[in-house]
């Protein structure tokens, strides 16, 4: 390729870069999954990935923080900071030894979520597989996305079956075999 054709193809501006083109990517494997499958069988091929992603993380977390299991109190900030990490704003709006209720002012995906329920999947199974294999058991109930238009999210984990996460509608995890 010659220098004067290279410099002008590098000179404009197209945005594209690879976080951009991860999220795209991930935003039309969910599409097209969604278009193909169903929206229940896309999110069930996704909770797949979110639950080996989420042992992974869990792992990496525990070694990080030397311990076996992490606390309630850590499952909470760690479900926070694995989201800040990847570039998303989760913060606590409420915690007890039955439930967190997470918020959300913006989502890892950006505007790629947009209409890809499915997407969401990943959190769940992530937030799930990491309270699970740390406190036994958990609940995710994704109450507003903004995959589904809302302005932020709101994300509550049951830490036990209760009356409320029974009526809840959400996704259950239990605690695995570890790998």
């Known amino acids: 390729m010659n220098n004067s054709l290279e410099s002008s193809i590098n000179a404009i501006n197209i945005p594209l870069e690879r976080d ?3 999220r795209t990517l991930i935003r039309e494997l969910s599409g097209t999954l969604q278009q193909v499958v ?3 069988e896309a999110s069930g091929f996704i909770s797949v990935v979110g639950e080996r992603m989420g042992r992974q993380i869990n792992q990496n977390y525990k070694s990080a923080l030397e311990v076996s299991n992490l606390s309630p ?3 909470a900030a760690v479900l926070v900071d694995l ?3 990847i570039q998303g704003d989760f913060y606590i709006i409420e915690q007890n030894e039955e439930k967190i209720v997470f918020g959300n002012r913006i989502c890892p995906f950006a505007e790629k979520v947009r209409d890809r329920p499915a997407m969401c999947m990943m959190t769940s199974n992530v937030f799930g597989t990491i309270t699970a294999n740390n406190l036994g ?3 995710v109930e994704l109450q507003e996305t903004i995959a ?3 302005a932020g999210c709101r994300v509550i984990v049951y ?8 009526d809840a509608e959400g996704r259950e995890y239990f605690r ?4």
């Open 137 to 139: 058991y958990a609940k």
């Open 73 to 75: 109190e850590q499952v």
């Open 176 to 179: 695995g075999l570890e790998a």
């Open 148 to 150: 589904q238009g809302a």
């Open 159 to 166: 830490l036990k079956v209760t009356e409320e996460s029974e």
């Open 20 to 22: 951009i083109f991860l």
């Open 38 to 40: 169903g929206l229940e």
């Open 83 to 85: 989201k800040r990490r």
